[in-house]
Nanobody, 121 residues
Framework: QVQLVESGGGLVQSGGSLRLSCVAS????????MGWYRQDPGKERELVATITSGGRTNYADSVKDRFTISVDNAQNTVHLQMNSLKPEDTAVYYCNAGLYFADERGYLEYWGQGTLVTVRS
């Protein structure tokens, strides 16, 4: 059974940095893409950044030049380095993974449980 385990959230002052990590546990799959989304209470979940197993990245305009996403395919891990954090970055951050299984499951998508990032002004 695959689980996405996130870590690295917390409280930081405006202008500070945090690094989020997400590990996809389990066996028998290859990563298609992994990414991070975030959600404020009362708002829709929004894309932050995604990365394919080949390293192609996509960022929300609001985080470009501040956040960097990276993937370690061997460790089934995705990282999100967040610099120059702003109060508006405050949200629950969710890890997402699209995985290919060699068996009948084929392509499946998974979500982590979320990790809270709070940026104080």
């Amino acid at each position: 059974q695959v689980q996405l385990v996130e870590s690295g959230g917390g409280l930081v002052q405006s202008g500070g940095s945090l690094r989020l990590s997400c590990v996809a546990s389990g066996r028998g799959f290859e990563i298609n893409a992994m990414g991070w989304y975030r959600q404020d209470p009362g708002k829709e979940r929004e894309l932050v950044a995604t990365i394919t197993s080949g390293g192609r990245t996509n960022y929300a305009d609001s985080v470009k030049d501040r956040f960097t996403i990276s993937v370690d395919n061997a460790q089934n891990t995705v990282h999100l380095q967040m610099n120059s954090l702003k109060p508006e970055d405050t949200a629950v951050y969710y890890c997402n993974a699209g995985l290919y299984f060699a068996d009948e499951r084929g392509y499946l998508e998974y979500w982590g449980q979320g990790t809270l990032v709070t940026v104080r002004s």
